[in-house]
């Protein structure tokens, strides 16, 4: 999601703007979503606040079961989707539907777990019931990305509603027909205002964000944005939900496999032209193994084809990265060039000599990009890892215990991952750190961030 910006935004809430949607591996049209307006916007809200109590009061066993009927129409529409978010993003179908299924299940496991989500009783006076009980928080605007606009959408939508909340959703301007059958399979098996969709840019995200009458702005997308929302929050007093930007390090350590290696730093750089939310976006890699690393890893970047990034406006920004790295000495190994004809692909790239002047390595580039940096130990790599700006995750590669428990302890990220880009059990949850955001955004915990606490202290009158 951009920025939020000043440009006016239109007040009637009729078919004043359009978002238009072109192909990124062909540059065909796609189609034309409407943007919602002021006017409708204020009459969503104020319907999703009209429902919540009634909402909140609906058994927590029947909220599972809606969500255990939406999880089932997106296995059933699961080609669909998929076929829309590839025509919109890029992403290639089969992996679009792994997505999918996957934020089924993730509906699946909320509604398993929203009924079981529970307080605690407290010891007090032996004639008092002391005990804390949870709440929905009210109304929760989810503001989501293109890059796995189903599954990461699921999450977010699945908790909020199965702890009791009403949902204004807005998804991304550049996945909006996936958002709106998202949100129109999932809006069916509930009651009128407990799910509805909204469309537009960051000015509908930032209008939305800032209004009083919403109780979470929960965000998955550009850290800007991120914190534009927290302003927006620390001003409303909505509790704000991120997880933004990451700047996704690789370690390689003396003494692996340097093609093994280089397997893993191409597949965390250039799986899905490198547009996945832990990325690996800078490779720090021990001189003992790094002439071997270098080569097999420039071998893997051109078997990998040139793949669509979601829009040409998004390539400008991978290819300036790529550029300005090399105007300030890098060396390019693979890659780096605009290919011809439609569309938005970008070919898998490496670079080298790279240092922390370079934006490659100092933000967030979300390409098919890997800039190496050879160092002299593996401390050196964790500790020049450790400092950026940016918590999301980490990865590390390294034949020792001492050296994955070092590393694990000392990189101030929410995920580690040793000897693996990735995968991980399901149900973790993690804190990103710093300008990577802030709460739990996915497991079980995302219920505790969906709900506030109350305490109750219980005792007969006139004890």
Known sequence: MSAPNAVTFPTDHRATETIEIRDPATGAAVGTVRMTGIAEIDRQVALANRV????????????????????????ERADELAELNQAETGRPRAEGKEGILAGAATLEQYAELGPVHRGKSLQGDFEATDFMVWEPRGVVVALTPWNDPVAVSCGLLG????????????????????????????????????????????????????RSDVDVIAHVG??????????????TGAKALLENGGNDALVVDAGVDPVWAAGQAALGAFANAGQICVSVERIFVHR??????LAALITEAESWSPAPLVDRRHRDHVHAHVREAVERGAGLMAGGAIPDGAGAHYPATVLTQCDSTMRIMREETFGPVAPVRVVDSFEQGIAEAASDDYGLAATVLTP???GAQYAWRELPVGTVK???????APGGAAHPRRASGTGFGYGPELLDEMTQTKVVHLRPAGG
């Open 52 to 75: 919540r109590s009634e909402w909140a009061r609906t058994p927590a066993a029947e909220r599972a079961a809606a969500l255990r009927a939406g999880a089932a129409l997106l296995r």
């Open 159 to 210: 908790a909020a509603l199965v702890t009791g909340n009403t949902v204004v959703y807005k998804p991304s301007e550049r996945a909006p027909h996936t958002g709106a059958l998202l949100g129109d399979l999932l809006a069916r098996g509930l009651p009128e205002g407990v799910l509805q969709t909204v469309q537009g840019d960051g000015r509908v995200g930032a209008l939305l964000a800032a």
């Open 222 to 235: 550009s850290t800007a944005t991120g914190r534009s929302i927290a302003k927006s929050a620390a001003a």
């Open 288 to 293: 003992d193994v790094a002439d071997a690393f």
């Open 400 to 402: 020792s215990l001492a």
């Open 418 to 424: 040793i000897n693996a880009v990735f995968g991980g």
